[in-house]
């Protein structure tokens, strides 16, 4: 009977703020059992209120592979893949739900970068080595590995013995040369080819090229 009513009611929660369902869906999903509470709201017919997007109810491998003391984000980003799929419209998804959830600019930023990392793990057998470090040592790194491990369990295999070896040389060693160097040593003028620059020999420094502050130095001579 209480299943029925809440059915029966579930528009009604268009009427709740935006701010209460949002800090409910953040106590559903930071709770081990977050995999129930998200079957209930989509069987509940819930979600259309809660998601402010038409009604579904899915299964969750993706919600399911999220570690058990996952905070929310991480969480929220797998039940968007559950919902929405691979594909890339889950940035429109994300400013969707954005708004639907009142998530704050910290939140929103750490949902992209977890689900623009899981894209850009699709691209890893063909990425330079210094661009495999640089994505293996984002913060957001760990869950969107996870996302790939549902969708594509041998490659998320390849991809961590990858990132086993390159840790051996550092995914995220101090860079050899930074703003300092190229002003004091190499007595160029702050603009906009600098981040340029810095960019190009921190990959070198990555991909092993240039194995000391002297030779980072010399390889930005030799360019300017």
């Not at 905070?71 to 429109?92: K, S, T, Y």
């Not at 969107?144 to 995914?171: F, H, K, Q, Y």
Request: hydrophobic share 45%.
């Amino acid at each position: 009977a209480t299943t029925a009513a809440i059915q029966a009611s579930a528009g009604a929660l268009r009427g709740v703020s935006r701010e209460r369902i949002g800090q409910e869906l953040r106590l559903m999903l930071a709770h081990p059992r977050r995999v129930r509470a998200a079957s209930l709201v989509e069987s509940l017919g819930l979600d259309a209120s809660v998601f402010d997007e038409p009604h579904q109810a899915v299964d969750h491998p993706s919600l399911e592979a999220v570690d058990a003391t996952s905070p929310f984000v991480p969480a929220l980003a797998a039940w968007l893949v559950d919902r929405h799929g691979p594909g890339p419209e889950w940035q429109e998804v994300v400013r969707r739900w954005t708004r639907s959830l009142v998530l704050s600019n910290a939140e929103r930023r750490e949902m992209q970068s977890i689900l623009s990392t899981r894209d850009d793990l699709r691209t890893w057998a063909g990425a330079r080595l210094a661009r495999r470090k640089r994505i293996a040592a984002r913060e957001s790194f760990g869950p969107a590995l996870r996302l790939i491990a549902v969708e594509t369990p041998s490659a998320a295999a390849v991809i961590g013995e990858d990132v086993r070896e390159l840790a051996e040389t550092g995914l995220a060693p101090p860079p050899f040369v930074d703003g300092d160097v190229l002003i004091e040593t190499l007595r160029l003028a702050p603009g906009p080819r600098f981040k340029e620059l810095l960019e190009a020999v921190y990959d070198a420094q990555l991909e092993g090229e240039v194995r000391s502050v002297e030779e980072a130095v010399e390889w930005v001579r030799r360019r300017v």
